[in-house]
């Protein structure tokens, strides 16, 4: 699995936008970008995932550049309960390491009042 | 439907001791990956079960065990408890598929004496 790259922390106004980047340059063609968050001692939680498209749910939207090298997360309106580190994962959509996340440091991003 | 659970929350132990943790994932989940989480190392990936069968492992001591059973039910157990193996331990379960989510539990969070 491909390589990222986060910055350790970030600091973001409450009601404005969360724009988390992730460098990811050695991807491969078959790779998705997955997000998570981890809230103080919870675990771990899934927000999205892509390819190569653009995505967006419920909870956030991902931008991924055309060359896949890089893509950014964004929290429309974060609130301080988006507080957490967010990790940026590369892995194969399927196949046999199905099961298996590898985590860098993530960045910590803190929502202020 | 329920969430991944795990069992039990939090666990004191002292040196040379065994642990089993026990997992239960989400209803259909044939995927469990468990996790180790300390301050210093980060999230690390210690192995994943799938039917019964263990089908990737991560780069820990033997003294690190898994299983899982016919419902999908898992457990691990470490042995001869060491004072660094205090960590939080998460368990994740997934369905197989393109998308290869992971649902986390809440953890366990083990201190050794």
């Known amino acids: 699995d491909a390589k990222t790259t986060q910055p350790p922390s970030m600091d973001c106004a409450e009601g404005r936008a969360a724009n988390l980047p992730c460098n990811h340059s050695t991807i491969s063609g078959n790779e998705y970008v997955y997000w998570y968050r981890q809230i103080h001692s919870q675990g771990p939680q899934y927000i999205i995932h892509?390819?190569?498209n653009n995505e967006t749910n419920e909870m956030a939207s991902l931008i991924i550049t055309e060359d896949r090298k890089s893509s950014t997360l964004i929290l429309p309106h974060a609130t301080l309960r988006d507080t957490a580190v967010y990790y940026c994962?590369?892995?194969?959509?399927?196949?046999?390491?199905?099961?298996?996340?590898?985590f860098g440091q993530g960045t910590t991003l803190q929502v202020k009042p | 439907k329920a969430g991944v659970t795990q069992t039990p929350r939090y666990l004191i132990k002292t040196r040379g001791q065994q642990v089993t943790l026990s997992c239960s994932p989400i209803s259909g989940h044939r995927s469990v990956s468990w996790y180790q989480q300390t301050p210093g190392q980060g999230l690390q990936f210690l192995f994943e079960y799938f039917s019964e069968t263990q089908r990737n492992k991560g780069n820990f001591p033997g003294r690190f065990s898994g299983r899982q059973f016919s419902n999908s039910r898992s457990e691990m157990n470490v042995s001869t408890l060491e004072l660094g193996d205090s960590a939080l331990y998460l368990c994740?379960?997934?369905?197989?598929?393109?998308?290869?989510?992971?649902?986390f539990g809440a953890g366990t969070r083990l201190s050794v004496l």
């Open positions: 994740a379960s997934s369905l197989e598929g393109v998308k290869n989510i992971q649902y």
């Open positions: 994962i590369v892995r194969a959509g399927g196949g046999s390491n199905t099961g298996k996340l590898i």
């Open positions: 892509g390819l190569k």
